[in-house]
């Protein structure tokens, strides 16, 4: 059983592995830090999650538009957002060993420090220096003529070029809103506690233009506030481990006016942001007309004026969605006399939802009857596994730890009366159901 909540953390790194979720990036050859690779499993949950905001946020909307940018930008685009200037941490460096750690993580520089005690060494550490976040390359067959562009900081900028792309081409009416998810790329001084801070990650994002009106962006940042603030409740959270946390003015980006941050009680040193809420105000578009110097400004019909809107964002990062939906769905207990451990996804996250086993796997009837049972659930409910792996106990293990909810087990008295059991995932009952009634009582 768990000793201590920071054990829930090595404990999903672990089982992340073990299971197929998440591995360390190129780990064969040692791997990098704050990169990591996604396995048969987590592909699974982050799309799951991806779907969950494409659907909620973009699609079942009538005011917000999907958008995909590309990831390489021009260095014009992010001095004019400000990042080439602003984007960029403090950083101090361990004058014994020259290790760089962001100044503001404690525990990273206590965890450093006690690393040299422990060698009989003594710390001494630099001054805070400031260092750019972005991630730099150069495109170009030369060294000489390449150009050097940036693997963008995050993936708001595509947005808000393209705002005059998607005025010509959609004809929106303001309030609306565009919405996107990809990779974003920042060098992390410190990368650490897994998916969280990590050097590439995927954010999902939107960006809501309204009238610059203090009214009406004090109204839509309070909407937008909830809204994402339910959305992830519903990714399966406790009320009490979500809460909302408003920035401090210091604490705030270069371009917010207003600040809000979604945080969950990560069972690794507390309240972790895990989605921000934003008023950036004109900042990004006012930027890009100056710099890019084309027209980003708005006609509004209803209005007769003519206006740069502002913008009110909604930020979550998909990786960090994914850590702390894993983190909070772990359980362990005691079933049947053993101790098992178990992840309580919600139904609509869970990478496989109907697992299908055969009671035995040497018998050839059973096996047959277990795959037309398959197929018939499997036109259905896509993400349905046949397993006949190990014996039945195993399977359910397995199961038990990827989240599966609900396993159906073809045995000898299906072949009399074609009936299965379905066994819950959380409470491990099982229920006796008819073969032509299952699809229903698998989707209710
Ligand atoms: N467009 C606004 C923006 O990027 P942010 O607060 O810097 O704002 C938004 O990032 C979200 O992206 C964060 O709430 C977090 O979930 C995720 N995120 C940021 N940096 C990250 C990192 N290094 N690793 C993983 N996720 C990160």
Not at 106 to 128: F, N, Q, V, Y
Not at 298 to 324: H, Q
Not at 392 to 418: A, H, M, S, W
Request: charged fraction near 30%; proline fraction near 4%; include cysteine.
């Amino acid at each position: 059983m768990l000793k201590s909540d920071s054990e829930k953390l090595e404990k999903i790194v672990s089982l992340a592995k073990r299971r197929g979720f998440i591995f360390p990036g190129s780990e064969i050859y040692g791997g990098l830090a704050g990169i990591y690779d996604y396995g048969p499993l987590g592909v699974e949950l982050r799309h799951n999650i991806k779907q969950y905001f494409w659907n909620k946020f973009i699609s079942e909307r009538e005011d917000v538009y999907g958008m995909s940018a590309a990831i390489l930008m021009p260095e014009r685009v992010w001095e004019a957002s400000g990042h080439t200037e602003q984007f960029s941490d403090p950083l101090v460096e361990c004058e014994l060993c020259h290790a760089r750690i962001r100044e503001d993580l404690l525990d990273a520089i206590k965890e450093h420090e006690d690393m040299h005690t422990k060698k009989k060494e003594k710390t001494k550490w630099s001054e805070p220096k400031v260092f750019n976040l972005l991630v730099e390359t150069k495109l170009g067959a030369s060294q000489d003529s390449a150009t050097k562009v940036y693997l963008r900081g995050e993936i708001t900028q595509g947005v808000h070029v393209n705002f005059k792309n998607i005025l010509d081409s959609m004809h929106p009416k303001i309030p609306f809103g565009i919405g996107q998810i990809g990779k974003a790329f920042r060098n992390e001084i410190t990368p650490r506690d897994f998916l969280f801070r990590q050097r590439e990650f995927e954010q999902m994002e939107l960006q809501y233009y309204i009238r610059p009106d203090e009214e009406e962006g004090k109204k839509m940042f309070e909407y937008w506030k909830e809204f994402a603030f339910n959305w992830y409740l519903n990714l399966g959270f406790k009320k009490e481990n979500l809460r909302l946390r408003a920035h401090a003015s210091d604490e705030r980006a270069h371009y917010a006016k207003d600040a809000w941050d979604i945080e969950y009680n990560a069972p690794f040193g507390g309240w972790k942001e895990a989605w921000g809420i934003h008023h950036r105000g004109d900042w990004d578009l006012k930027r890009h007309n100056e710099y890019s110097g084309k027209d980003l400004s708005y006609f509004d019909e209803e209005k007769k004026e003519r206006y740069i809107p502002w913008d009110i964002e909604c930020s979550g990062g998909v990786d960090r969605a994914v850590l702390f939906v894993l983190l909070e769905a772990y359980s362990e207990d005691e079933l049947g006399g053993e101790t098992r451990s178990y992840l309580k996804l919600a139904k609509h996250l869970a990478p496989i939802q109907v697992a299908v086993f055969p009671l035995l796997k040497n018998k050839p009837d059973l096996i047959s009857k277990a795959r037309d049972v398959h197929a018939l659930i499997k036109k259905q409910i896509p993400s349905t596994e046949f397993d006949d792996n190990g014996n039945i106990g195993k399977r359910y293990r397995r199961q038990d730890e990827i989240g599966t909810p609900q396993c159906v087990t073809i045995d000898f008295q299906t072949l009399d009366d074609n009936t299965v059991t379905v066994r819950d995932r959380d409470t491990g009952n099982q229920e006796r159901v008819g073969v032509s009634e299952l699809v229903s009582f698998l989707t209710k």
